[in-house]
Each structure stands twice: as C-alpha cells, then as structure tokens.
C-alpha cells in the first residue's frame, strides 16, 4: 500500500477485516509513515498479527530500522534495500514459514 500526504487509515483497516496476514507500508523517503493516522492503524493490526514492512516509494536506497518509526517499538519489519514490489514477493514467501517477525527481519537483511 503507497503512502501519500494526508492518508487516512480506511484501507489499512479493510485489509486487516480482509484477514491480511501481511502489509507493505511504501512511504515517501525513509519509509516514513503518514502521521497521525495511518502510524497508529499499522500498530493495531500489528497487534492483532498482521506483519508489518515498512518500505519506501522513492528511487533507491535503504529503509534504515528505527529511522522514521520506532520499529522496535511497533514490532516493524523494514525492507532495507528492497523495493515495495520485492518487499511483497519476500514478505509472502517469509510467511509461509513463520510470523516471527524477528526472523523475517532477518530474510530481509539476508535477501
């Protein structure tokens, strides 16, 4: 799901009433989050078990841990030099082997 200016958190919530097991976040530059909706609706489906990647829209470069979000906090996943598009392939195949979201940080930093 693209982030942009001024989103609300309607989609985030339909995909978790959906039964998503999972969510690419694609922010602007370090995967930043629209504030202040959609930060807390991606905290609440975390809590009910969706997996969280945070990815980011632009060019190139990495999705730093705990740059623009408290991922530790949340319990986030971030894509490092992933695109949004490869984050969800690594993020569907990750799934099928756990929910850990520890682990799939680490097939992230590793593929």
Do not use: C, W
């Amino acid at each position: 799901m693209y982030g942009y200016a001024n989103m609300n958190r309607v989609a985030i919530d339909a995909f978790v009433a959906a039964g998503a097991k999972g969510i690419v976040h694609a922010g602007v530059g370090d995967g930043s989050l629209a504030r202040p909706a959609v930060e807390p609706a991606l905290d609440e489906a975390r809590k009910k078990g969706v997996v969280i990647v945070r990815s980011s829209r632009v060019g190139n470069g990495i999705v730093a841990r705990n740059g623009e979000a408290k991922d530790d906090e949340h319990d986030f996943v971030v894509s490092d030099t992933l695109n949004p598009q490869k984050a969800r392939i690594l993020l569907m195949l990750a799934l099928t082997k756990t929910t850990d979201t520890k682990e799939i940080q680490r097939m992230f930093y590793t593929y």
